[in-house]
């Protein structure tokens, strides 16, 4: 009977979470066997049957064998292998002819393969790159046989350490072999022309003349090579290139290529540089603190993630609206956008298992799964307009659906002015005194503000003729020559009827040491004995502070205080280059006596 009951409390609290929360679970399979990240997974009506699919450049276990995966609903409909890594995957319009069907593109490596009804329809290759001068050489050399491989190795390894331009990927190859592989290496490649090729790292893609969802759209492209090429969607020419000063690994595009446009590209360098139409160079930049890992633009702000655990906003300009600290690490990021309720807002992936959604910096949702999220993507699947497509670290794949009644609420964000503003202050009534004071205020202002001033003025001038009086008195240390820049500072220990006098000497020039000094005590001998009232003064090092200690003992017993002059002399001459009065104070012991 516990058994049963503890299990019918179970089942009632799973029921009482899922009739709480906004999401319906369609489907969790954690052996899918799917890896990829955010940027590879597409949705798309591929066939134009109002059946939208999930497009997914899969990196394979371990990034072996990468593969081209359609799913349908939970299953997969079509796979095909793909020759190198996939970067990044995109459907776009090519075209206004009916049917409009989108085609499928996805980079890999240094292309773009583009397809249409599913179908290989289109490979663009990047240009490719003036190869290094000085490798090119060694091997038309080797093609003569005018050199041996080692020396070949050698001259490749100078050249990779110290060329600005890179190396190709056959000269690397080759460097990675070992020697008794490195002749047939060179006998079966040194007939064949030196390519060098740069790679795809990032894509989306951009409007071409109309803000419309199925208008047609350019591909834009960041490359390996620190560049952005803009391809024409039907021609597949590069429209525009523009260079930035890393390696961009995230983009974020808004307007129309023929109208205007901007673009945001999160590089290798940390920044996030901000370009315009007809600009070849950034015009904006954003210098963040550490790496990003993830960029998403939300209406008119960029959400940028970083590896120090916390969200950035920040304007097109690069000013900075808000930072929002995660309690893990984002490994993910992508928009959800509700069109229903004209909602957009960051969905972000957390090591945590955590995926939290925000709008701007107010948290309206949190959603935890069984293992870390690596891959978001929100939008119409199968029939269904608001689906949350979910890729796990251990290749799961997690599918939900957004309740027709659900509304996101601003819970536990830090939007707007805080709670206490919106308290009343507990302000005591108005007493008569109060009321009374408030009226003189009012009726004797300017009188009350001139008597004001007067004590100010009288206070300013009381404090100026102290500070004089003192200075002529030489109550402080002040140096009579500006030869001999000297600083002295004593002080006074001791309850009586014997005191210890300490004098800090020091030099205050910046690299010239003093020399030939003397000290020497003016004092009252009925009242009170020094051992050695003159003494020679070792040399001064600049900046230093030196301690010079004495014994002055009391004599009178009838509680009289008096002054003990200290003058600073230099040797040969009378006139001191500083002195300074000490007020010795009265013996206690004396004066108990």
């Known amino acids: 009977m516990a058994a049963a009951s503890s299990s019918d409390s179970d089942s009632g609290r799973a029921e009482s979470n899922e009739a709480s929360s906004k999401w319906l679970d369609a489907h969790y399979d954690p052996m899918a066997n799917i890896h990829t990240f955010s940027a590879c997974l597409a949705l798309a009506d591929l066939h134009g049957d109002g059946e939208y699919k999930l497009v997914v450049g899969d990196l394979g276990p371990g990034g072996q064998h990468p593969r081209l995966k359609v799913l349908k609903g939970p299953t997969v409909l079509t796979e095909s292998p793909l020759p190198a890594l996939p970067a990044a995957a995109a459907t776009f319009l090519m075209e206004q002819h009916e049917p409009r069907t989108p085609a499928l593109a996805l980079a890999s490596g240094p292309c773009v393969y583009v397809y249409k009804n599913l179908r290989p329809y289109f490979k663009f290759s990047l240009p490719q790159l003036p190869p290094n001068p000085l490798e090119q050489d060694l091997w038309n050399q080797a093609k003569e046989d005018r050199i041996d491989p080692l020396t070949l190795k050698e001259m490749l390894e100078g050249i990779r350490e110290k060329a600005e331009v890179p190396l190709s990927v056959q000269s690397l190859r080759f460097l990675q072999l070992e020697l008794s592989e490195m002749e047939a290496f060179v006998s079966q490649h040194k007939s064949k022309t030196i390519k060098r090729q740069t790679v795809i790292t990032t894509m989306t893609t951009l409007k071409k003349n109309l803000a419309d969802e199925d208008a047609v759209s350019c591909l834009v492209l960041g490359t390996e090579n620190k560049e952005l090429l803009v391809l024409d969607p039907e021609a597949f020419t590069i429209l525009t290139k523009m260079s930035l000063p890393s390696v961009p690994v995230f983009l974020e595009v808004s307007g129309q290529f023929d109208v205007e446009f901007r673009l945001a590209a999160a590089c290798r360098n940390g920044n996030i540089y901000i370009l315009r139409r007809d600009s070849t160079r950034p015009k904006y930049c954003i210098e963040l603190s550490t790496q990003p890992v ?22 097109h300009k690069g000013k900075k609206l808000w930072t929002v600290q995660m309690p893990a690490a984002i490994l993910t990021m992508n928009l959800l956008e509700q069109r229903s309720r004209g909602l957009q807002a960051v969905m972000a992936g957390l090591a945590n298992g955590e995926v939290r959604i925000y ?23 199968g029939r269904e307009d608001n689906t949350l497509i979910m890729t796990t670290r251990g290749g799961g794949l997690i599918i939900k659906i957004l309740k027709r009644t659900a509304v996101f609420v601003e819970a536990g964000g830090e939007a707007g002015p805080p709670p206490a503003q919106a308290m009343k202050l507990s302000v005591p009534r108005k007493t008569r005194l109060y009321v009374d004071q408030t009226l003189r205020e009012r009726e004797a202002g300017t009188a009350m503000h001139r008597a004001f001033q007067t004590d100010l003025y009288l206070l300013r001038l009381r404090a100026a003729r102290a500070y004089v009086q003192a200075l002529e008195s030489s109550l402080n240390p002040v140096s009579v020559t500006a030869r001999e820049p000297l600083k002295l500072h004593a002080v006074v220990q001791g309850l009586g009827p014997t005191f210890k006098l300490t004098l800090h000497l020091q030099n205050t020039s910046a690299a010239r040491p003093i020399l030939g000094l003397l000290l020497c005590f003016l004092y009252n001998e009925v009242l009170y004995a020094l051992p050695r009232a003159f003494f020679k003064v070792p040399l001064l090092v600049p900046g230093l502070s030196y301690p010079l200690e004495t014994f002055v003992e009391s004599l009178s017993d009838k509680g009289i205080s008096d002054i003990i002059k200290v003058l600073v002399l230099r040797e040969g001459q009378s006139a001191p280059l500083l002195s300074a009065h000490i007020n010795m104070p009265m013996s206690e012991g004396l004066a108990a006596a």
Request: with cysteine.
């Open 359 to 381: 709008h701007d910096k107010a948290l309206l949702n949190v959603i935890r799964t069984p293992d870390a999220v690596t891959s978001l993507c929100f939008g119409r699947y």
């Open 294 to 315: 993830g960029l998403v633009r939300v209406h008119k702000v960029l959400v940028v993630g970083s590896t120090q655990e916390s969200l950035h906003g920040f304007t």
